[in-house]
């Protein structure tokens, strides 16, 4: 070792974290360089310092404020708090970052908002819910009646069938054949309607006398 | 309450963690086990509150803060570092949270004179060490607080908490070659705070 030592060299010394080969080079040149030899009594005397300082003792306040303050306030961690959490550590260790990360989970937000609506918007479209046959258990009907089934709103058209506001009557993919208790309202299949929308399938939903079915 | 201590019990008698144990005893709704926390880790809560805000009073505050975070997510304790450390790392994350925000207090000597010292020997011993004592444990208690806290941290666990590097860098979750730079570059602070004060 020629130069002078390191102070991350003197400290690591003293901490003994100095590999075998590291500590012994750092000997040599402490026994051949007073100036090194300084700095390391003068480190050894700051962490000696360091050592003798006593703690201070518990305030005897404290346990019962946590006991207090335990059962006044505590309550699980949100999700804003583990933000707050997460956030806060960053912006201290990379404000850039956190800048850059805040901007990026605003532009997602936005990005999966509008998605959300449009998927909305489609649902609309592709999961038609057809009455088709004037309901023999249902009152009478007349074009432009409306009922509202599984929340979907349907109106009862020119062709003679219930067909969900806005819907292509012909997008029809999927049958489905549930038979439900003759006599029974239309309403009653109200969740399976639900159900088979919740699949995104088409709902055909047909009375043969008695029988409210579902296709 | 039955099923609750049939289920503790099981927990218990099923883990060979002790630190989880405890963390399961907490999820299960045993009070003594968040005692037993706060009796282990009160003193070391406070001090290393104490040492980074520089102010008892403040410290008093942030070791509440921090033990209701304790209390609030010892449950999720998953025993992947010892509880000791977890603990560490809360405090700290828990400072530098609400510390940071005011880039963490570097104070300058001018303006302490809390009577620090008188709190920080052993007041046994013979009155002139004592004196002597005095003023060098103030000196570099004071001259501790004009280290920034990134090296502070370091240091404090270090001399301080008596910590290993490998705990420490588990602490602050960082490499061990780091946590020896930061602790060398914080001692050599100190050297130079208490050289020119001296």
Not at chain 1, 86 to 111: C, D, E, H, K
Not at chain 2, 50 to 75: C, N, T, V, W
Not at chain 2, 87 to 113: F, I, M
Not at chain 2, 119 to 127: A, G, I, K, Q, T
Request: net charge negative.
């Amino acid at each position: 070792m020629t130069s002078h030592a390191s102070a991350e060299a003197l400290s690591a010394y003293l901490d003994r974290q100095l590999v075998a080969r590291e500590a012994r080079e750092l000997e040599e040149h402490l026994e051949t360089c007073p100036q090194c030899h300084v700095r390391l009594e003068s480190l050894r005397k700051v962490i000696d310092n360091l050592r003798s300082i006593h703690e201070l003792p518990t305030p005897s306040t404290l346990q019962q404020a946590v006991v207090r303050r335990i059962a006044l306030t505590d309550e699980p961690p949100g999700l804003l708090d583990r933000f707050e959490q997460g956030l806060s550590l960053l912006n201290r260790q990379n404000p850039i970052l956190a800048m850059f990360g805040v901007v990026i989970a605003l532009v997602l937000f936005i990005y999966l908002f509008s998605l959300n609506v449009q998927l909305h918007e489609n649902q609309s479209d592709t999961i038609p819910v057809i009455f088709q046959d004037p309901p023999n258990s249902v009152a009478d009907v007349a074009v432009g009646n409306r009922v509202i089934v599984a929340d979907r709103l349907l109106i009862w058209n020119e062709q003679g069938y219930w067909l969900e506001q806005g819907v292509d009557a012909d997008a029809v993919t999927r049958r489905l054949q549930i038979d439900s208790e003759a006599g029974r309202e239309l309403f009653a299949v109200q969740s399976e309607i639900a159900a088979l929308a919740a699949l995104k399938r088409a709902v055909v939903i047909k009375i043969e006398g008695d029988v409210v079915r579902l296709e | 309450m039955a099923a609750i201590m049939v289920a503790t019990s099981t927990a218990t008698s099923l883990s060979s963690n002790p630190d989880l144990d405890l963390a399961t005893r907490h999820r299960y709704g045993d009070p003594k086990a968040f005692d037993e926390v706060y009796s282990r880790y009160a003193q070391m809560v406070f001090n290393l509150a104490y040492r980074m805000s520089g102010k008892p009073d403040e410290a008093e505050d942030l070791a509440q803060e921090i033990f209701l975070r304790i209390h609030r997510h010892l449950a999720r304790f998953n025993g992947r570092s010892t509880l000791k450390t977890w603990v560490y790392r809360v405090t700290l994350n828990h400072c530098r949270s609400k510390l940071g925000r005011r880039r963490y207090p570097t104070q300058p000597l001018a303006d302490e004179n809390d009577g620090e010292g008188a709190r920080l020997v052993d007041e046994s011993r013979d009155p002139e060490d004592l004196a002597l004592a005095h003023d060098a444990s103030r000196q570099i208690s004071l001259a501790l607080r004009q280290v920034k806290p990134v090296f502070r941290e370091a240091v404090v666990l270090r001399d301080l908490q008596g910590l290993s590097y490998d705990e420490i860098a588990e602490v602050l979750e960082v490499r061990v070659g780091t946590v020896r730079s930061r602790i060398a570059r914080g001692r050599d602070r100190l050297r130079a705070v208490l050289e020119k004060n001296s």
